[in-house]
């Protein structure tokens, strides 16, 4: 009887110590798991920051190319317009020419 006792006492320490085993396998193993889904997380932290930072230049340099874009463009209205009253400049100082030879002409 007491020989049963004993491996019956032995077999449940020995039962005891393995679901400790597995217990602590267990805790490890999530312990793992969730500095794995912390590291992650950071990851995705860093990524969207990442991304917020090229959205924000990529708005930036958007802004940039329409202000020198309306700045080119102003720049080319005032250069044809310079050139426009150059045209006429010159065909009014032709025409005073025109003129002023047909008098000394006359």
Same mark, same amino acid.
């Given at each position: ?9 032995? &077999? ?5 110590? &393995?679901? %400790?085993?597995r ?9 793992? !798991?969730? +500095?794995?889904?912390?590291?992650t ?5 860093? !990524? ?11 708005? %930036? ?6 202000t ?16 426009? &009253? +150059? ?14 030879? &047909?008098?000394?002409?006359?």
């Amino acid at each position: 009887y007491r020989a049963t006792l004993r491996r019956r006492l032995r &077999s449940a320490v020995e039962s005891e110590r &393995s679901q %400790e085993s597995r217990a602590e396998t267990t805790a490890a193993e999530f312990e793992a !798991a969730q +500095a794995k889904l912390r590291a992650t997380e950071a990851k995705l932290e860093r !990524a969207a920051a990442r991304a917020e930072q090229t959205e924000a230049l990529n708005r %930036e340099l958007e802004a940039q190319s329409k202000t020198s874009s309306q700045a080119g463009s102003i720049r080319i209205d005032y250069l044809r317009h310079e050139l426009l &009253s +150059a045209r006429r400049a010159a065909r009014e100082a032709r025409n005073e020419r025109k003129a002023a030879a &047909s008098k000394t002409k006359a």
